[in-house]
């Protein structure tokens, strides 16, 4: 049997040391696979002005699964300014490669679970009513819309005529900003369809059966942006009634749920939400387990089959160019083992799941994060693990 192909994406900063420690746990977990790496990232918008490049769109079409280290996003001028001389000229807009990538393909579909690993130094603590400490044990499945929404970028800076015009027939825009000159105007806007919203609120009630899940929550803003939330949370709604009756349906505003996610976090299952607020509570959730090092995400399209796999933390540059990268692994190393659950490789993925969590119960080796330790170029002289050394932590439970 021919060995399956991956496209391996470093990208930028710490993209490239945690991607090739993931690479190593799956080796040694006995995960076979050819990889060719894909260009992306801030480097070939230097050099080329265009930080994701049509063979890396091709080599994805092909192969259909892509590991993703992380990527620089910076300012409109900032990007401008750092583009080889000979490019200034040309008219070229920077926009996000991973955003990019998310829409040539419809990766609409995007999952960011977050679970407690027992001992885990950085878990979220509570005061009980006794007085005492309780570490509640957090479980959430969280499906964000990946395509549209507030990143879908359809926006303006002193918006054309055309666009101006339309605005004006709508009563609110004309009270509230019909007589600010236009080039004092940006827009931003935040659209919502009925078949992408279909797709994810389906793909969380589906999670939620099949893993067990009691309630599935839409946490959107419906009482105030009343179209596009208020879309959403109808058709969930319906959805639960018609076809997923076993499952309750939750409903939270968005700055409410920020607030009980410290106040009751073993409470929830399955979240689902629009790109935005999807973004903002899975991050809020990650805090909850150890913060970005743990955070892992899947975004897929079901019906291609292409799937891309990545840790949720950013490209952290500093780090990058320290003599011994420092940064913990082990979100790059569950993103390699959703991608492992997606191909049907699920016992692979459990047994790297397993090694990972000997490793935090241990608590012998941990990196500067789960460590408490500022994240200087020396850490690991004082006693954290580099991030080649907690991979071979856990390649050793393995």
Known sequence: MSKRTIVSMPGDGIGKPVLDEALRVLEAAGFEANYVEGDIGWEFWRKEGNPLPQRTLDLLAEHKIGLFG????????DAFNELAPELQAKGLVYSSPIVGLRQHFNLDICLRPCHTYVGNPLNFIRRGADGGVEEPQVDVAIFRQNTEGLYGGVEWSNPPKQVHDALMTHPKFVKNFGSTPVEEISISTRIFTKKATERILRAAFEHARKYGYKSVTVCEKPNVIRETSGMMYKMAQQMQKADFPEIELWNTNIDAQMMWLTKNPENYGVIVAGNMFGDIVSDGFAGLIGGLGFACSAQYNPESGIGVFEPTHGSAPKYANYPVSIVNPIAMIESACMMLDFIDEQEIAKKIRKAVAEVVSEGKVRTYDMAKMSGRA?????????????????????
């Open 378 to 398: 020396d850490v690991v002289e004082k006693g954290a693990a580099s991030t080649s050394q907690m991979a071979d932590a856990i390649i050793a439970k393995l």
């Open 70 to 77: 992380a990527i620089t996003s910076k300012p409109k001028d």
